[in-house]
């Protein structure tokens, strides 16, 4: 007969009991021999002192309200998974790029934006709203806003454009809600544009450009603030918002919408503004603005536009694989083992390796952890409810799991980090994302390594087909083709102009009197006379320099890899004269600082931006809730920004070894070392990747130190055949070749500019064959004098006198 369970009556009378034992245990200090002499688990004994010790009792307490859906564990397990994979909406790129269009201090603004729309407004339709009207209304009142920026008067033409704005705005004045703005900004966008709006307002903008008054004056001010750059700012406004809600693609657009999306997408490539692409005419507003003619340009915008310009025409990374997959087709080449994007987006995350100081903390907290054993795990849920972050002590599980995955020590990061859970499983079996067991690349080899590894023989053959494929390349007239011939003439002075504004928006730089001033369009006339003014205009000023640093990273990688994929000599081309331009130590300074307070900052205030500080009812703001930021445990735009410069840093030292030697001169090795300290997929890969290549530099004694990196690198990075990356035996990597490896690679790019781009000194044997019969005879020839003369002996003698078989010549 099985045994009776006790009924809860008995249970109760037991549990009661307990506990008084428990307080007695606590109260005479016998709490390590109570466990043992109750025959109960310690954590029990620990978790009933615990709450005598807080409430004072030992019975249960009544629950504060409805449970709460998600625990606190849970709540802290979703922020550690998020980010693993976050996926972004088209819908949403537009409403996420729109608030760093606008710094805090331009707020004012947007009533004034208001108000010149609605006196225009009142002057044709007096008893209806905007959103009451219909589209032939819509179109007549657009109509006569465009007439109104050809007026002569520079102030009626700014309050017209001011007016222009609100309407690209979304007219949040009369809407409830975000997304009633939205769908206002994308109807009165393609409005705007069906009339021809961003047409006049390129023209505006060349003749701010070129209005020598203003640069002269903002040279002579001592100090430039907004006042001095309105009428830009209202202009590049308007045509941020156009160009980026035109370029997202909607399901519900019609087919007049898709139309005008295609067009406005050929037209910005193609040189129809002032005979140059739009990206031409932006990248002189930066090289004038860092030559110190044009201080007032507000530089931020400038290069927002420029970004946003260029992913329009030339696509993103999507487009480029797109791109690369169709190439490769009409080569008839193999297709691409796997996509790069997808592969590291099933990567898991490194622990970072421990530095000497990290393994003396973490012994200290783990003694602390033992004199902690006794307190339940739940209960410590408790102390870290209102902050889970604050605590630096990880759990003994996660540690092992992270060893055993990935064989490097812990180091928590917000993103990932859990101190006081297990990972928790947020989907069922059959839909959890599987991470690879082996190597996540497939192996690559380059046709140089087959050349070595092959017989002398066959070197000459594979040479030849390689001779053959260059020659049958097409020369096709795309977007990227014309922005580089757009930028050609000018490309080394674009390309410094950048990095001397993404060192000016460094962390690590100092203020400098020579540097140039790029907060032109943040800082008010009148600078702020409290301390939370102060605050906020701090706040505003770091996040300034965020979006510049993250706009210039993304221009630079973008048109390195579009390059790269239309002509491997304008890759070239650009990526020298950034190494010129001292890009690479750039980047290494960039990333010595401590990385992870980079990427944890919180500057920004989300109830003042676009479009929530114009349609909800602001809150006060206060010094307290400024210094405690947002609810982001993290900066997207910041991560964004570090992994672009890695990439960019990847892209101009690959295959390079003169250029991999000043990664190892400029120490790079522990920059990047701390860098892995940031528990992200995608950065980790690029920041192993770098070490990979100069690893064979570093000596014996750095592999020998480092070898939980090394099996980093073997486990995340692909490998190549003769892959000898952890060892100095490669042929390539002799000190006394490379001066000539970057001569010949220099007089290689600018025989190729000379042969296709200078038609002044086109060598005639390179131009094309015209290989058409009735284009040939079709040609005038001028003749000379002494030829029409003696015309009738050249026909008997060349023609009459010689039989000629015209169905053979034909053939």
Not at 92 to 108: M, R
Not at 205 to 225: F, G, Q, W
Not at 233 to 253: G, H, K, S
Request: charged letters at 25%.
């Amino acid at each position: 007969m099985s045994e009776q369970k006790p009924s809860h009556e008995v249970k109760g009378i037991v549990l009661r009991a307990l506990r008084q034992d428990c307080v007695k245990a606590q109260i005479c200090r016998k709490v390590p021999k109570c466990f043992c002499s109750l025959k109960v688990p310690k954590n029990t004994v620990a978790s009933i002192i615990l709450k005598w010790n807080k409430f004072g009792t030992t019975n249960n307490l009544p629950s504060a309200g409805r449970p709460a859906k998600l625990s606190n564990r849970g709540r802290r397990a979703f922020v550690r998974e998020v980010p693993k994979n976050p996926m972004i909406t088209l819908t949403d790129y537009a409403y996420i790029s729109s608030p760093e269009l606008y710094s805090y201090t331009e707020g004012p603004e947007f009533l004034l934006n208001r108000k010149c729309f609605e006196e225009e407004f009142r002057t044709h339709v007096s008893d209806k709203k905007w959103t009451e009207l219909d589209v032939a209304q819509h179109r007549a009142h657009a109509m006569r806003l465009l007439d109104g920026l050809e007026v002569i008067t520079r102030e009626k033409r700014l309050k017209v454009s001011r007016a222009i704005l609100y309407m690209v705005q979304g007219t949040f004045a009369e809407c409830s809600s975000e997304a009633e703005v939205q769908h206002w900004m994308r109807y009165n966008i393609f409005l705007l544009m069906d009339v021809g709006t961003f047409t006049a307002l390129v023209e505006l903008l060349n003749m701010e450009v070129d209005n020598s008054a203003a640069c002269s004056s903002a040279v002579r001010k001592p100090a430039i603030s907004l006042a001095d750059s309105t009428d830009l700012r209202v202009l590049l406004n308007i045509m941020y918002l156009m160009v980026v809600t035109i370029q997202q693609e909607d399901p519900a657009d019609s087919p007049e919408w898709r139309a005008t999306r295609e067009t406005f997408k050929t037209e910005l490539g193609f040189p129809l503004y002032n005979n140059e692409p739009i990206s031409v005419m932006l990248f002189g507003m930066v090289t004038k603005f860092c030559s110190g003619h044009a201080p007032h340009f507000p530089m931020k915008k400038v290069l927002m536009l420029l970004w946003k310009s260029i992913l329009f025409t030339l696509g993103g990374f999507e487009q480029l694989q797109n791109i690369k997959v169709r190439k490769r087709e009409e080569l008839r080449l193999p297709p691409l083992p796997e996509d790069s994007i997808r592969v590291i987006r099933s990567m898991r995350a490194a622990s970072p390796p421990a530095s000497a100081s990290d393994l003396i903390e973490q012994q200290q907290k783990r003694a602390r952890r033992e004199h902690k054993s006794l307190i339940k795990q739940d209960n410590l849920d408790a102390f870290n409810e209102k902050d889970p972050y604050k605590s630096d002590e990880p759990r003994e599980d996660e540690d092992d799991n992270d060893d055993n995955d990935n064989s490097m020590d812990a180091e928590p990061f917000p993103m990932e980090r859990d101190e006081v859970m297990p990972p928790l499983i947020l989907h069922p079996p059959s839909e959890r994302v599987n991470f690879p067991k082996g190597l996540p690349w497939a192996p690559k080899v380059r046709e140089k390594d087959i050349e070595h590894f092959l017989e002398s023989s066959r070197i000459q053959l594979v040479a030849m087909c390689l001779i053959l494929k260059t020659l049958f390349c097409m020369f096709c007239m795309c977007s990227t083709e014309l922005l580089y011939q757009g930028i050609l003439p000018s490309l080394p002075q674009y390309m410094i102009a950048l990095l001397k504004i993404l060192l000016a928006a460094a962390p690590t730089s100092k203020a400098k009197t020579d540097s140039i001033n790029i907060l032109a369009d943040v800082l008010p006339e009148e600078m702020p006379t409290t301390v939370l003014q102060s605050m906020k205009l701090g706040v505003d000023v770091n996040r300034h320099k965020e979006i510049i640093v993250k706009a210039i990273s993304a221009i630079l990688l973008l048109l390195l890899k579009h390059f790269k994929l239309n002509h491997v000599y304008q890759f070239e081309y650009m990526a020298q004269h950034l190494v010129f331009a001292n890009c690479i130590p750039l980047i290494l300074k960039f990333f010595n600082q401590n990385i992870i307070s980079y990427i944890t900052a919180k500057n920004s205030i989300s109830v003042l931006d676009f479009p929530y500080c114009v349609v909800h009812e602001l809150p006060e703001l206060t010094a307290e809730s400024l210094e405690a930021g947002d609810n982001n445990q993290f900066c997207w735009r910041n991560l964004f920004s570090c992994i672009n410069l890695l990439r960019i840093l990847n892209k101009l030292t690959k295959w390079k070894h003169s250029r991999t030697m000043m990664l190892v001169v400029f120490k790079s090795a522990p920059i990047l070392k701390r860098a892995l300290k940031v528990k992200q997929a995608m950065m980790q890969l690029y920041v192993l990747k770098l070490l990979k290549v100069q690893t064979k530099y570093l000596g014996r004694q750095w592999r020998k130190s480092n070898m939980k990196t090394m099996s980093a690198i073997y486990q995340k990075v692909r490998h190549r055949l003769n892959d000898d990356w952890a060892y100095g035996n490669d042929l390539d990597a002799r000190p006394w070749d490379f001066q000539a490896e970057e001569c010949a690679l220099r007089a290689n790019i600018e025989r190729f500019n000379s042969r296709r781009y200078d038609n002044n000194q086109r060598n005639p044997d390179f131009l094309p064959v015209d290989n058409c019969l009735q284009s040939v005879l079709g040609q005038r020839v001028d003749l000379p004098e002494d030829f029409q003369m003696n015309y009738d002996l050249w026909l008997e003698r060349e023609v009459f006198s010689k039989p000629i078989s015209w169905e053979e010549l034909l053939q």
